[in-house]
Nanobody
Framework: QVQLVESGGGLVQAGESLRLSCNTS????????MGWYRQVPGKQRELVAS???????NYADSVKGRFTISRDNAKNTVYLQMNNLKPEDTAVYYC?????????WGRGTQVTVSS
């Protein structure tokens, strides 16, 4: 069992920035993959950014150049820096901890971007 707690969400205006944090109860270096997903009502959860232990970050086309995923193994924390936020980014953001084919999810943090 891995417990994940997201934080850093909130209500901002278009063009502003937020940094999301995902604190984990387990070390993140053994994870097969760490990632950030988001979901809006009526749609499936979609991948925003992911990071493998030895791989390069992967981003959805809609956030490339604006979002950055990073990790701090010593703090068991994964971050998502979100710059130049747009109303289309409004969603609940979830942290994902993957062990091969087994996934663990946090409860999510709400991000709302007004125009």
């Amino acid at each position: 069992q891995v417990q994940l707690v997201e934080s850093g969400g909130g209500l901002v205006q278009a063009g502003e920035s937020l940094r999301l944090s995902c604190n984990t109860s387990r070390n993140i270096y053994p994870a097969y993959m760490m990632g950030w997903y988001r979901q809006v009502p009526g749609k499936q959860r979609e991948l925003v950014a992911s990071l493998a232990p030895t791989g390069s970050p992967n981003y959805a086309d809609s956030v490339k150049g604006r979002f950055t995923i990073s990790r701090d193994n010593a703090k068991n924390t994964v971050y998502l820096q979100m710059n130049n936020l747009k109303p289309e980014d409004t969603a609940v953001y979830y942290c994902n901890y993957r062990l091969k084919n087994l996934n663990f999810w946090g409860r999510g943090t709400q991000v709302t971007v007004s125009s």
